[in-house]
Nanobody, 130 residues
Framework: QVQLEESGGGLVQAGGSLRLSCAAS????????MGWFRQVPGKGNKVHEF???????????SYASSVKGRFTVSRDNAKNTVYLQMNSLKPEDTADYYCAADQRLGIDTVSSADNDYEYWGQGTQVTVSS
């Protein structure tokens, strides 16, 4: 299996930027399609909201409509890392952000469904102040 560890979260003012990283270990990273999801903590929220995804070969990406044009997902298979560049951040982007991986998806396939991903990181917190 693959282990995932997110980093790069923090507190930022509205309009600012953050770059999240997700480092993978344990298996061949290029065999995994990657996704970013977020979850607003509290109130018993168990829903992982789709943010962005990138295929194994980086030829395809997908974004939630709420982040399109502001966020960019990319991966460096040589560094076993996937990134989420977040620009023009808004208070409503405040959440815990998780990366996820799945080996079963096709080489040029992306998925926005959280149940398509088998492996998950522990998350990194992003807080955007107004």
């Amino acid at each position: 299996q693959v282990q995932l560890e997110e980093s790069g979260g923090g507190l930022v003012q509205a309009g600012g930027s953050l770059r999240l990283s997700c480092a993978a270990s344990g298996r061949t990273f290029s065999n995994y399609a990657m996704g970013w999801f977020r979850q607003v903590p509290g109130k018993g929220n168990k829903v992982h909201e789709f943010v962005a995804a990138v295929s194994k070969d980086s030829t395809r990406t997908s974004y939630a409509s709420s982040v399109k044009g502001r966020f960019t997902v990319s991966r460096d298979n040589a560094k076993n890392t996937v990134y989420l560049q977040m620009n023009s951040l808004k208070p409503e982007d405040t959440a815990d952000y998780y990366c996820a991986a799945d080996q079963r998806l096709g080489i040029d396939t992306v998925s926005s469904a959280d149940n398509d991903y088998e492996y998950w990181g522990q998350g990194t917190q992003v807080t955007v102040s107004s």
